[in-house]
């Protein structure tokens, strides 16, 4: 790892399988930035603890994120590539962060307040959920952090973490910044909403060639007649042609403006695009073992431990709990 480099870290939490929206907001992002920067990649599964109460699910996610992650094309030796439970410093910096800000500074969180509105059960784990993201991007002095724009919040929470604890205890963290790819900030799901797992209006990013075509067919339509111009502004279907057909989209737009396509021959076209570009992942994917898979999350978690520790030690200075 070249320690001349600006860091990067980002975080995806194990509580599901993959979908295309995490592909365009995280994946594909990272992949991009990851080999210009000394870049770390955590699976969040104590995060996804907040929502997953299923041990078995919890580990076979995990494994999958990992392989989703080396499938769409991580090199696992250019970055580390690590589970957050294996770094015990994120909960334990997680407990000090909490200890510096307010309930109601807490209550302000999207996440919680969704959660809250939807009457789902709100644990304790889900209100401080902030401040353990937090401690995953400032134990490692992260400078950039690549997300979807869902997850802009969660970087301004992390700064005001940084901030809060630099004015009690002294310059310790520095405040890292968000980077939202703008064209993708939100991929909408079928129903035109954003793309989530809560949601349940996925297209998924290893799904079978029916699965895929099933969800694109879910994509909600109006009732324009045939040989009508569509919008394509807000036709859902267009949205993601404009992720997944880049190279159809001039095509594309004139035939939406002049009226010469259909919704169903545009979700056709649609799902052949989603199709050969995840069939040569889907491949690689299958090639992967879980044992080596396993082998890669406990060396990357041996080395981010290494960081992480470090860098508890001067906190526990600067805290007094070195005695
Ligand atoms: P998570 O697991 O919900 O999502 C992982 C990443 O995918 C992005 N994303 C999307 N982007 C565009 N369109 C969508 N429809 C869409 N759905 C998801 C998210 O923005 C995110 O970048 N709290 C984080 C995980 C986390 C983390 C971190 C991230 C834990 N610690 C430290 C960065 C740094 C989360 O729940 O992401």
Sequence with gaps: MLSSKKRLLTGIQSSGVLHVGNYMGALKPFLELYEDYDSLLMIADYHALTSLKNPKELARNTLDVAKDYIAVGLDPKKAILFKQSDVPEHTELAWIFNCLVTVPFLMQSHAYKDKVAKGLEANAGLFTYPMLMASDILLYDTAVVPVGEDQRQHIEYAREAASKFNTAFGQTFIEPKERILESSATLPGTDGKKMSKSYNNTIPLFGTDDEVRAAVMKIVTDSTPAGTPLNTET????????????????????????????????????????????????????ALSDDEVRNIIKEGGERARVIASAKMIEVRKNIGVTV
């Design 235 to 286: 036709d859902v279907t267009f949205a993601l042609h404009t992720q997944f057909s880049q190279n159809d989209i001039a095509d594309l737009t004139n035939r939406y403006r002049e009226g010469n396509i259909g919704y169903k021959e545009s979700k056709d076209i649609l799902v052949q695009n989603i199709l050969s570009l995840i069939t040569p992942m889907r491949e690689k994917r299958e």
